[in-house]
């Protein structure tokens, strides 16, 4: 039950990775892609139904640390009290920011609102990053290069699904954003390995070597203009350095502190367990369905269509 507790934190964490790295991409993308307020509205129409929803992971996986894993919840938070405080503080901002845009009138509120949107997604893009690359190596030059990581990622995800979901010049932009990410993505990724144990699992060699792997493959197919498959490789790549990630800490999620030392009870996880089985089909029902609903690439507003009839699945 421990070890299956384990996994699904992992699961919760992997699919926030995966579908904040794009929110936190095009956050930090739109002021530079968008060169007028119709192809700023452009691109953040490309999460405005999603970006919200996403969010839910985050607080899932926190809730499920909390109740399965006490002692392992109460030492990440109270090792990492600034970071993890300045995370939720970017978010704030960046949530309030996404809101307020839409209500504004005058183009010098608007343009705080982007400083607002950028900023609230370049702090947790980064600091997520530089949280586990302590928590693997418990050294300030780890936490860096985690975090430059994890900001380059973000921002290749982000620019690979801008391509995927729009038309016009923003696609254009977005695509040659993503060549200029990926040079940055790949010597950071390698930079990156020895966080992993020379003793570790060879599995979790395997996912870190695929995730590199598919961050190429991105690069590649983002440059054969091959979006769908593209956004599929850097999505499939976030999740395997995820499952690296959390192979690496399966011994010992925090230093010192074991997975049966940090667990609750057998009865507390039996009734979590129900609980998930419960609930979890249905929030991944939900969010599949709203992926389905706004799955059009989008124009820019006056343009000749507002959204396009095409899908933006994989293969375009």
């Not at 609930?279 to 059009?296: C, D, E, S």
Request: hydrophobic share 60%; proline share 4%.
């Amino acid at each position: 039950m421990i070890d299956l507790w384990f996994v699904i934190i992992a699961f919760l964490w992997t699919g926030y990775f995966v579908l904040e790295g794009f929110d936190f991409g095009v956050g930090m993308l739109s002021p530079f892609l968008g060169r007028n307020e119709g192809q700023r509205k452009q691109i953040l129409q490309t999460i405005g139904p999603v970006w919200d929803g996403n969010e839910v992971w985050l607080i899932t996986a926190v809730g499920a640390m909390f109740a399965a894993f006490p002692a392992w919840y109460a030492g990440f938070l109270s090792s990492f009290y600034l970071p993890l405080t300045l995370v939720l503080a970017g978010l704030i901002v960046r949530g309030v920011a996404l809101e307020w845009r839409g209500k504004l009138e005058h183009s010098a509120d608007r343009a705080w609102a982007d400083v607002g949107i950028a900023a609230g997604s370049a702090l947790p893009a980064f600091l997520w990053g530089a949280v586990f690359g302590d928590v693997l190596l418990d050294s300030g030059v780890a936490a860096l290069v985690g975090g430059a990581f994890s900001l380059a990622v973000c921002l290749l995800h982000g620019a690979v699904f801008l391509a995927l979901r729009t038309e016009g010049v923003v696609r254009r932009r977005a695509r040659a954003a993503a060549m200029g990410a990926i040079v940055a993505v790949i010597p950071l990724a390698i930079v990156a390995l020895p966080s992993i144990p020379r003793e570790g699992d060879a599995a979790v060699w395997i996912a870190a070597g695929g995730a590199m792997a598919l961050l190429a493959a991105g690069g590649s197919l983002i440059w054969r203009r091959r979006e769908g498959w593209a956004f599929a490789a850097t999505a499939g790549a976030i999740a395997l350095a995820s499952a690296a990630l959390f192979g690496t800490l399966a011994g010992a999620p925090l230093p010192g502190l074991t997975l049966a030392e940090a667990a609750s009870g057998p009865y507390t996880l039996n009734v979590l367990t129900w609980i998930g089985l419960a609930v979890l089909p249905f929030v991944l029902g939900y969010q599949g369905w709203t992926y389905w609903v706004f799955r059009k690439r989008i124009s820019a507003p006056g343009g000749a269509a507002q959204v396009q009839g095409a899908q933006a699945g994989i293969g375009q």
